[in-house]
Each structure stands twice: as C-alpha cells, then as structure tokens.
C-alpha cells in the first residue's frame, strides 16, 4: 500500500492497494480521527453536506471507494471484507492508529467487517442506516433494483433517489434527483461496479460475530427509511451488547442528507461521551 500524502497533512490525497486500485481520499478538520464510509453509491460526496460541521470536532476521513467516483477497481473481488481492508489502508496512508468508524448503509457492514477484522483500530462504530444480516425484504428489494439496472439504468438511478428521501424533501431539493440521473451508471463498467456491491451487500451476514465487537457501538437511523426498515435497525441494535439506539422519526434512508443537524448532533454527542 502506498500513500501520496503526507501524514497529517489536510486535503486530498491518493492509496494504492496492494491489487492496484487507486483510491481517492480527503482529510478536513482537526481533532480526533472520524472515518466516514459511504453505501451502496460508495462516493466521498455523499458526506459534503455533513462534513464541514463534523470538522469542527474532529479530523474526518473520507473516501470514494474502489471502482467509484475518482477511485480505480483494482482486481480484487468486490466483498463487504475487502472493502473493510480499504477502509484501514485509507487511515494507514491518512497516518491514523484509531478512529471512529461512521458508515452508513453498506458503510456500516464495511464498519462491522473493520471493527472484526482490526478491532484494534477503532474507539467506536456508529452504524447509520444498516442491518445485520441477509432478510427477505432486502433480498427482494435489492433484487428488483439490480434487475432495473440491467434494464434501464437511468431508472435504477431514479427509484434510488424516489426511495431514499422524504417525498416532501426531495419534491423541495429536486436538483438531487436530476443529479442522480445525470450520474446513472450507463456504461458496462460502471452497471458492473453497481451490480458486484449489490451482491456483496446482499451477501453479507456480521450475525456470527456482532455480539464479540468490543467497541462502543451506535446504531443510528430513520423511523421511516424504506430500504433498511427500522425494524432491521432495532434488530441490530439487540444483537449489539451494551449498544445503543437512535431512532429518527423521520428523514428517510439518507437522512444525514435530509435531515443533516439532527444527524451530526446525535454524532457529535455520542462520540463526545466517548471522551
């Protein structure tokens, strides 16, 4: 693995992984380390609206993942492990020895995966918006989204957003959704990239493990988020010893979008009674 930025420093910076992907990174504030893992769309961005109040608290990390945005695919086979793996080669070039893991969505499987793999590294897991393991609404779901994929991608892009956000939000904040569909994966590459994290999502199952994390852990999520339910989010949170639940009653399944104060303050306290 290898790094081209110094450690410590602010901004942007690349990891090579040891097959070859090129991932791009950021570091913004300063403070205890904060490493924000993004869902299913994988992209640094999904943290813009959050991250400039997360850096007045910490030194947060950010990243698109491999295949995504500004980062390359590498060859390694896309699984909820390997892109945990990615996660530590980021706070190894970012020169971080322990951090809070935020992820959100899959973000959070790749937290739990982390927090097995390296549970050395990490002080806490706030798991926004994840599951457990595999369940029949999901499998459904995400079923139907990559058979829309294959079909019509800009339709996939498009039910993405209508799924994701409060009907009322997202009828007030339209540019989201005409963002979303002038970013559809329509290329063979990068349906292939959507289709592979699909199936590691759906493959995943942190139930053999969870109950051994050792790490304070928080699962924070929205009451009326369509694609994690909130009863996989409480099913979680029981199989969590000791954790400890926040439930939203509204903001949808990208609710640190929607709802970004109620979000960052629940963050900002839980990783400050940590201290």
Known sequence: MSAASPTGASGAFTVTTPDGAVLQAF???????????????????????TTATLARSFRVIRFDQRGIGASTRGSATCTIDQLARDGLSVLDAA?????????????????QALG?????RLDGLILSATWLKPSHYM???F???????????QAYAATAVLISYPPAW????????????????????????VRERIDAL???????????LPMPT???????????????????????????????????????????????AKVVEWIGELA
């Open 116 to 120: 097995r793999i390296a549970p050395e």
């Open 170 to 193: 997202l009828e007030a904040n339209w540019g989201v959704y005409e963002a979303a569909i002038a970013a559809a994966p329509v290329t063979p590459e990068a349906r292939q990239v």
């Open 27 to 49: 570091v913004e504030g300063a403070g205890p380390a904060l490493l924000l893992v993004s869902g299913l769309g994988g992209t640094a961005g999904f943290w813009k609206g």
């Open 95 to 111: 020169g971080v020895e322990r951090a809070v893991l935020l992820g959100h969505s899959t973000g959070g499987c790749i937290g």
């Open 218 to 264: 928080l699962v924070l999520g929205a009451r009326d988020d369509m694609i994690v339910p909130s009863f996989l989010q409480e099913e979680l949170a029981a199989a969590l010893p000791g954790g400890r639940s926040i439930l939203l009653d509204s903001g949808g399944h990208f609710f640190p979008v929607s709802r970004p104060d109620a979000f960052t």
């Open 143 to 153: 079923g139907a989204r990559r058979a829309i994929l294959a079909e019509n991608p």
């Open 202 to 212: 759906l493959s995943f199952d942190g139930s053999a493990d969870i109950a051994a």
């Open 139 to 141: 499998g459904a779901l």
